[in-house]
Antibody, heavy 122, light 107 residues
Framework: EVQLVQSGAEVKKPGESLEISCEAS????????IVWVRQMPGKGLEWMGI????????RYSPSFRGQVTISADKSISTAYLQWSSLKASDTAIYYC???????????????WGQGTLVTVSS | EIVLTQSPGTLSLSPGERATLSCRAS???????LAWYQQKPGQPPRLLIY???SRAAGIPDRFSGSGSGTDFTLTISRLEPEDFAVYYC????????FGGGTNMEIK
C-alpha cells in the first residue's frame, strides 16, 4: 500500500528555521517525483515545487524559488521542505504528494500525505 | 503562467442532481494535461480525473471529465451525499497551476 506520512504540526516564531518531512512507503521512492503543495488558511492549493528522489533533480515554482528548499534522502525514502527564516505569511498546511506517472515531471498527483500544519506567530 | 478560472465559485445542489463544474484556462493546455481533485474539510486533495477524462483508480463512474484547449468540465451525474466538497482543477502542461476551486454545497 502506497503511503506518504508527514511530520507533525509545528508552531514557530518569525525568523526561525524549520524542516518538515514526508516519509514514503509501498513503492519505489526513487522513480516517482514528489510534489509539495501549500494551502493557506481557508484558501486554495498552490504548487511549490517537485523533486525526483532518484537524482535529486528539483524544480520550483517562481513564487517559491528562494523562499524554501526541497530535498530528499533516498536512503530513508523521505522528502523534506525547509525554511531558513519563517514569516507569518508561511502559516499554512503543507502537503506532499506523489506524481501518478513514474519518471514524469509533468503529472497529476495520486497519493497525498495527510498534511503538516505550520503556524508562524510571535 | 497559465491561469485557471473555475466557475461557479459555489454550487448549491441536492443529492441526486447533476453537477457541472467549469475550468477555463488563460491559454491552451498542452497534451491534455488537466486534472480534477476533490477536497473535503480536514483532508488532503483526492485525485478524481487526470488527462482531462481518465478516472483515477477507485473513482466511481458518476464522475467524468471532458474538454479541450482552454475549456474543461467536470460532471457528476448523480450527486451522492459524500460528493459535497471543494473541487479544484489543475493543469500540469506548462509548469503547474491550480484553479481557485468550486465549493459544492447541499441545497
Amino acid at each position: 500500500e502506497v503511503q506518504l506520512v508527514q511530520s507533525g504540526a509545528e508552531v514557530k516564531k518569525p525568523g526561525e528555521s524549520l524542516e518538515i518531512s514526508c516519509e514514503a512507503s509501498g513503492y519505489s521512492f526513487t522513480t516517482y517525483w514528489i510534489v509539495w503543495v501549500r494551502q493557506m488558511p481557508g484558501k486554495g492549493l498552490e504548487w511549490m515545487g517537485i523533486i525526483y528522489p532518484g537524482d535529486s533533480d528539483t524544480r520550483y515554482s517562481p513564487s517559491f524559488r528562494g523562499q524554501v528548499t526541497i530535498s530528499a534522502d533516498k536512503s530513508i525514502s523521505t522528502a523534506y521542505l525547509q525554511w531558513s527564516s519563517l514569516k507569518a505569511s508561511d502559516t499554512a498546511i503543507y502537503y506532499c504528494a506523489r506524481h501518478r506517472k513514474p519518471g514524469y515531471s509533468s503529472s497529476s498527483a495520486d497519493y497525498w500525505g495527510q498534511g503538516t500544519l505550520v503556524t508562524v506567530s510571535s | 503562467e497559465i491561469v485557471l478560472t473555475q466557475s461557479p465559485g459555489t454550487l448549491s445542489l441536492s443529492p441526486g442532481e447533476r453537477a457541472t463544474l467549469s475550468c477555463r484556462a488563460s491559454q491552451s493546455i498542452s497534451s491534455s494535461y488537466l486534472a480534477w481533485y476533490q477536497q473535503k474539510p480536514g483532508q488532503p486533495p483526492r485525485l478524481l480525473i487526470y488527462g482531462v477524462s481518465s478516472r483515477a483508480a477507485g473513482i466511481p463512474d458518476r464522475f467524468s471529465g471532458s474538454g479541450s484547449g482552454t475549456d474543461f468540465t467536470l460532471t457528476i451525474s448523480r450527486l451522492e451525499p459524500e460528493d459535497f466538497a471543494v473541487y479544484y482543477c489543475q493543469q500540469y502542461g506548462s509548469s503547474v497551476t491550480f484553479g481557485g476551486g468550486t465549493n459544492m454545497e447541499i441545497k
